[in-house]
């Protein structure tokens, strides 16, 4: 695995919380409408699988899609513009938070069915197979899926995990188990609560710390190692922690404040700062510049967006069609 | 020209796809081991390989999505669903994925792929007997076809597959065996043209699909009687093509509209809104729709035979438009 950059695995994870931060303020400015579901206490799971994957390589997520999108390299300012709503978008402000994606960068979008994108997932998997064994392409990239445990219950989850063992694809399901299933826990929606034994007839897989950004980053590296090289799929359930509601709007009654302030000391952007205090990769001075730095890319991401123009009401008729008839 | 089945048709559409590009690809229920379970692929894994058609799982959803994801990637894929009520369970991957990946992510993302989807009846009794091209046709980003006669069958198949966008391919079982002069070469016919299949001037019979070769078979009976029926042969239900069955309406005034599903909230109760809506200038007597009675399908030869539509269905109701009759639809 190459080797891993914790100031820059740092440097993004404080780009989410804070991107994350504004959007809510936003929200709360009725400025991004619709829903907004934040991915405050789950960085480490983005920035430590995301950082592990190769330009060639795909990614597939669900609709809380901020953090996977800003792991990915996409630039902050059309994804507020896409919040926003405005020409200026990643999706030309027709798909909102649900669905940012870059084609060039090979995501494939936040999806918003749960657990329906697993489909496409594998099919995109199914597709660099193809182009390799048909097609005669030198095409070695994988697949990277996340979603939640609350996707892990339905049937296309079964289909999905079905096919990609049947079919040995070059895929890596990633469950963000953050214990709740919008505001239903674990226990409640599931007899399996260790999600990995979900998948475990069909592919091996495993539990791990999701909030720590090395873990994930070593054991992603190792998964996506397994597929690329034609032992087929892989299972990563990294464990973690919504910090903040299943959306803005969420009064989170299924859980209590305390609750979620004794989780805070598990927060993995802590944790990791701590680890780069101790390590000596880190000071003080140096923290808060990178702080300041951060603050003033989603700040300049802000202005962007505010500038940009609405979409021309002739965009609601493009792109229904690639060829219109 | 060869006289042709509507099944060898598409066979040679496909067979003719698959040579021309190797990103197309068949993928189904039964198309491999079991040899195609209507034969409109059978032989192809002889033909093409084991790659290049391949036997799925019953997991509608899956297979369906897993299409979706290739052509995503860049593949063509055919998905055969084996018959429209199985892809019932594909309908979140249809509707919620294929129909608007390429809207919602701003033109980022293609999904150019071809779901057949055979339909029909004989005695099969209610799950396996049921129409609902309506439920595609209503959903904006998908293309829908369903073809009445074997040369559109052919040219419309290969149109589909080269087509960018998903299209639903309604493919009747029931006119599998109908004949039609077919040319031996490759052609497409356009997606998203209706077609005047016969001039007339008393009233203008709408249909598609199955119900196409029926209303050519009321068409011959009328003119006997000296009734001159016009028919427009959709072929298209999404983007559907309005213009020749307004330009026949003008004519003729009147309308019989024959589609081959429950009436009401039906394909055909479009068709007959956008006849009011823009052909009102023109209309003489209230329009009728024929297709199945409003009952979920019977499994007895007799209830079955009386409960769907036949040349006869639409001779009656060609005469009750020239007696200026409304028409009730019935329900329970």
Not at chain 2, 164 to 190: A, L, M, N, Q
């Amino acid at each position: 695995m190459d080797k891993q950059d914790l100031l820059a695995d740092y440097r993004t994870m404080l780009l989410i919380r804070s991107f994350e931060e504004h959007c809510q303020q936003q929200y709360t400015r009725a400025r991004i409408g619709g829903f907004l579901h934040l991915y405050v206490g789950q960085e480490a799971v983005a920035v430590g699988a995301i950082g592990a994957l190769k330009p060639q390589d795909h990614l597939v997520t669900h609709y809380r899609d901020h953090g996977h999108a800003l792991a990915r390299g996409l630039d902050p300012q059309p994804l507020m513009a896409e919040l926003f709503g405005r020409q200026t978008g990643t999706s030309k402000g027709k798909g909102g938070s649900m669905h940012f994606a870059d084609d060039a960068k090979h995501f494939w979008g936040g999806y918003a069915i749960v657990g329906a994108h697993l489909l496409l997932a594998v099919g995109i998997a199914y597709g660099i197979q193809y182009k390799r064994e048909v097609l005669g392409q030198d095409d070695d990239g994988v697949v990277m899926c996340f979603f939640g445990d609350g996707a892990t219950n339905g049937g296309e989850f079964y289909e999905a995990i079905s096919l990609a063992a049947l079919y040995k694809l070059p895929i890596v399901f990633l469950c963000e188990n953050n214990e709740f299933a919008m505001g239903t826990p674990l226990s409640v929606h599931t007899a399996v609560t260790e999600i990995h034994k979900k998948a475990s007839p069909f592919m091996p897989g495993e539990r791990i710390n999701g909030n720590d950004v090395v873990e994930v980053r070593e054991k992603a590296s190792a998964a996506i190692e397994h597929a690329r090289s034609g032992q087929g799929p892989y299972f990563i359930e990294a464990m973690t922690y919504r910090l903040r509601g299943h959306s803005a709007a969420d009064p989170q009654m299924y859980r209590t404040r305390e609750d979620i302030a004794a989780r805070r000391s598990n927060d993995p952007i802590e944790l990791l700062k701590q680890k780069l205090l101790d390590e000596g990769l880190l000071d003080n001075k140096k923290a808060k510049k990178i702080e300041s730095e951060v603050e003033k890319e989603v700040e300049a991401a802000v202005k962007f967006a505010e500038e940009s123009p609405a979409p021309e009401l002739s965009e609601a008729w493009d792109d229904i069609y690639a060829q219109p008839l | 020209m060869p006289v042709i089945t509507f099944m060898e048709a598409l066979r040679q559409a496909l067979r003719d796809a698959m040579h021309a590009d190797e990103r197309v690809f068949i993928i189904g229920e039964d198309v491999v081991h079991y040899d195609s379970a209507y034969g409109v692929t059978k032989g192809f894994v002889k033909e093409f390989g084991d790659k290049r058609i391949r036997d799925m799982p019953i997991a509608e959803a899956g297979y369906a999505g897993l299409g979706i994801g290739a052509a995503m990637n860049g593949l063509r894929p055919v998905v055969e669903m084996m018959t429209t009520n199985f892809a019932l369970l594909a309908l979140d991957m249809i509707v919620n994925h294929a129909a608007k990946i390429h809207y919602m992510f701003g033109g980022q993302f293609t999904v150019p792929i071809v779901f057949r989807l055979p339909n029909g009846y004989g005695q099969l009794s209610a799950t396996h007997s049921q129409a609902f091209d309506n439920y595609y046709a209503y959903i904006p980003g998908l293309k829908v076809v369903a073809p009445g006669t074997p040369y559109d069958a052919k040219g419309m198949m290969r149109a589909a597959i080269e087509d960018p966008d998903p299209v639903i391919f309604i493919e009747h079982t029931g006119i599998y065996s109908v004949k039609g002069e077919v040319p031996e070469e490759s052609y497409t016919v356009p997606i998203g043209k209706s077609n005047l299949l016969r001039d007339g001037k008393d009233v203008t019979i709408v249909c598609y699909g199955r119900m196409t070769p029926m209303v050519q078979q009321a068409a011959e009976k009328l003119a006997e009687e000296g009734i001159d029926a016009a028919i427009v042969d959709l072929r298209t239900l999404r983007p559907l093509d309005m213009e020749p069955v307004i330009e026949s309406f003008r004519k003729t005034n009147r309308a019989v509209i024959a589609t081959e599903e429950w009436t009401s909230v039906g394909v055909g109760a479009e068709i007959a809104a956008r006849l009011y809506t823009e052909g009102f200038d023109y209309i003489d007597a209230p329009i009728w729709r024929v297709g199945f009675d409003e009952v979920p399908m019977p499994y007895a030869k007799n209830l079955e035979t009386a409960v769907v539509p036949h040349p006869e269905s639409v001779i009656d109701a060609v005469k009750q438009v020239l007696a200026g009759k409304t028409q009730r639809i019935r329900q329970q």
